[in-house]
């Protein structure tokens, strides 16, 4: 596909490589690029199918139109936008009087900026919300397979395991008609990119996190909400070694200024949702929260979609509410923790990349 192709050239570059890895993890970064392709690959081909088997008479991909039409409407005005400087974006015709309409929702700045040039090559409004549907499994699988190579160092062949089994989560599935929640690439880019810059703290770091931050800034801000408490959370891990404040002294001014740039695109996106938010002044009732509300049946429960759906009681089957995280996620991690305690230095050994793409598809399409 071709947003799979270009996100593949940047990771593939070797100006890229050199800010991310040293000589010797680019050396080994170099024998993980036939399983990044196949998961790339194979992480969206199968979901297509499976998209139109299910929903085949529906214009856009999900079990109901509604949202997706929604999503559309936004996507369409914000590549409109796009063409203006994103003059009057926020202010979007419905909801009038109200100001800053579309901070009723999630804006999808960058995958509207995508949904322009998809439609500038001929194709329809309900296919580009297609491929971007489908790409957004692509795409996350991706950037979730090299957050976990470069953060376990973990044999190839199980991230890409873990990596299938995040991205096809049955939560994943029971939000197929929201594509701010599937839209997911930057969010594992940017730990990446900001672990790297915290034992780096060079401007190469720096600038390459600031571009993934803005990655996950212009995505939506559902899924930078969540990025920013890990953000937080790791920095804090980070903070409360002596051994790790001693080395931010030198590189103060540095972390100081890529904290301000951040921190300007947030008050820039947030200034508009905060605005909505004072106007409205309202709470969801209490009847709404108690039927959203997580229950404990929920981590049991798979998604409608599953073919083992039918095996638990159908009243566990609600909607947007399947955290079972799936049998490949359950039974991979169990696999890992035994093969780490039996062997703590064993790495599997990778199959020809025909094999691999066989095994992965073939887990795929289970």
Known sequence: ????????????????????????????SRQTQGWLAAVALLSSIPVALAFRRYFGSNPLMGPSAQDPFLVLYVLQWGASAWKHLLSGFWNAPFFFPSHNSIAF????????????????????????????????????CTAIFLLLKRATRAASFLCALVSIAVVYAP?????????AMLWGPGTPLTLLTFDRLLRRKNTRSAMIFTSTFLITLLSGAYLLCFTLVAMATSAALRLSRPSFRRSMKPKAGLL????????????ALFFHYRGVQALVQEARPDLEVRSYALKATDWLAPSGMASYARLVPQEWLRSEASLFPGFLLTLGTIAYVAISIGARRTRLLPPPLLARSTILGGLILL
């Open 1 to 28: 596909m071709v947003a799979e192709s270009v996100f593949a050239m940047i990771d593939f570059s070797p100006r890229f490589q050199e800010c991310l890895y040293s000589p010797t993890e680019m050396s080994a």
């Open 171 to 179: 939560w994943r599935w029971g939000h197929l008609t929201h594509l």
């Open 105 to 140: 929702s999630d804006h999808l700045l960058l995958p509207s900026a995508l949904y322009g040039g998809i439609r500038s090559l001929g194709l329809g409004p309900a296919a580009a919300y297609d491929f971007l549907v489908v790409s957004s499994f692509g795409l996350t």
């Open 256 to 267: 100081a200024a890529t904290a301000a740039v951040c921190f300007v695109g947030l008050g």
